[in-house]
Structures are given as C-alpha cells and as structure tokens.
C-alpha cells in the first residue's frame, strides 16, 4: 500500500461513526453470508449411529436414518427426529426456519404476532420473517455490490477514454450520456423487466444497462485535467501506449474521487432492487426480498411488525453505507491530504 493510501486510511479510521459503522457493516454481511447457519430447517450437525452429517451442506436420504424413503429427510418431521435420537442426536440452528419454510405448528392465524419461536413473527404464508430478513439480506447486498462494481467498471472504462481522448469521442459520448441519462431509469427497467421471465440475471443485465453512468463524470473530469500533465506528455513523447498512460498512470491518481462513490452507489442500487420488489418487478416470485416484506406490511396492515421490520432493516443498512460513504469522501478529499 502507498504512503498516500496508508495516510487516507488512517484518516478514514480517525472517522468514528464511520469506521463504527463499517465495521457494523461488515459484521451485517458476513452474517447474511452465513444464512443457512443461523436459520434453517436441516441440523447443522447430525450424529446417527457413530457417524457424523451436515445436512447443511448435504441432503442425505431418509434411509441414512433408519427410514423409508429415499427421498430428502424432512428433518421438521416428527418421526424422523425420533429415529435420529433413538441413535445420536442433533444441532439445530438458532432459528429453526428457512426463509421459504412454514411454521407449521402455528395455533394463531397468519401473519402471526412475534413469539418466543417466531421472535419477528411470521408473514401471511407462515414463514418466519427473521429468517426472511437475513436471507433478503444477503440477496440485496450481494446483488447490489455486484451491481455496482460492475457498473463502476464499464463506468470508469468509458469516463477514462473520453477524458484522454476528447474531441469528437467525447463530445460523441457526452450526448449519447445526456440521452441515456434523460431516460427513467426507474420506469424502463420494470418495462423491460416485464418483457422477460423473471430471473436475477436478466434483472441484474437490465439495472446495468442504466447504471453504468453514475461514475462516467467524475473519471472524464479527472481525465481531462490530468491528460495535459507534464508526465503524461513525457509519457507520449517516449511513445508509451495510450493504455498504458490511462490505466497504469493517471487512473490510479483519478481513483480518489470514483471510491469515495462507491458506497452512494451501492446505497442507491440496493434501494433501486428493494423498489422494484415492491412494485413487483424485481426479484422472482420465491426469492427472499425486502422489497417483498414490505409489500407484506402495505397489504397487512393489521399486522405491523411486518412494515417495521423491513423499514428497521433497510434503514440501517442505508444509514451505514450513508456514514461509510461520508467517511470515504473525507479521506479521500485532497483538502485534507
């Protein structure tokens, strides 16, 4: 890491809330990466017999536990738990639920209130809304940070040809921008997602094609003031090649300003993802979304900790990429270097 790097990480890290809030961020993260850890219907551990199984990771028969059939064990049965302990014994995780399985053993109707075995309570098929949460989770973050890093890639390629270039290439790119950027973004992508079956990676190509732009003004602004810096002239007249100049000389001092995006960007994507699985236009119909769990509150008002969790949830996510992106533009301010 460069001196210039290390010093803004520093003040990066002399930024409390913000580093608190990464770090709260991170932990967030890597508990959605585990999902099927903390919330599940299989045992994270069996024991049968002297011989040890993660049906987590690994769907194992019936018959591997003294039953009958040799289809998947339905571990939330009764009958299969008994045969389990009557030779070992299992570990479940701390939630019980997987974010598509009923709660069968419900007394109440559904959506029910939260309870000592529902702690959020459940949604109106039943289905445990923590574990609903964590899996949305992992969904939303994944998607939005793939999202953005690939839009941050094809949006830094672009910026960075029409910065060196100029002349017709940019003012050619420039119109091109100021069309796509006319278009509703919002608008067009549930048009065209309507147009395909829903899947994540048609969604994920679709947000992409009007995504992209985001960062193409910040490198082009950085690349046109950099392009006529005595090092890139030395550069040229020792015949280097132009890829070499863009992308090994001035794009590593015209990155500051594209990072400290990054975080607004991934803030926007996610909100972008959670809107459309509102309206019904994003996520299949079998993914867990927060845009779906909110979609749950507005048609059950009658049971609001539905709304809530999903509002609480996105808020804070929001609220720490918010503080992490501020405390990202601070170290990277050149004012402060």
Sequence with gaps: MSPMMQARFRRFKQNR??????????????LSLGSEWIANDKPILVKYDHSYYFPVVKAYPETTFGGVFETEADYKDPAVQQLIEDKGWAVWP??????????????????SAPSPQNWLGTDDQGRDVLARILYGLRVSLIFGLALTFFAALIGIVVGAIQGYYGGWIDLLGQRVLEVWGGLPMLFMVMILVSMFTPSVYWLFLIMLLFGWPALVGLVRAEFLRARNFDYVRAARALGVKDRTIMFQHILPNAMSSSLSQLPFMLTANITALTALDFLGYGLPPD????????????????AP??????F??????????????????????????
Aim: aromatic share 12%; charged share 10%; with cysteine.
């Design 305 to 310: 900790w539905l709304a809530l969790s999903g």
């Design 312 to 337: 609480f949830t996105l808020a804070l996510v929001l609220s720490l990429l918010i503080y992490v992106g501020e405390a990202t533009r601070d170290a990277f301010d050149p004012r402060r270097q």
């Design 287 to 302: 993914a867990a979304s927060l845009g779906e769990l909110l979609l749950q509150g507005k048609n059950n008002l009658t």
């Design 94 to 111: 701390l939630i019980p639920f997987a974010y598509q399985t009923p709660n069968l053993d419900l007394a109440v109707p559904v959506p």
């Design 17 to 30: 809330l913000g580093f608190a809030c990464f770090i709260l961020f991170m932990v967030i993260f890597i």
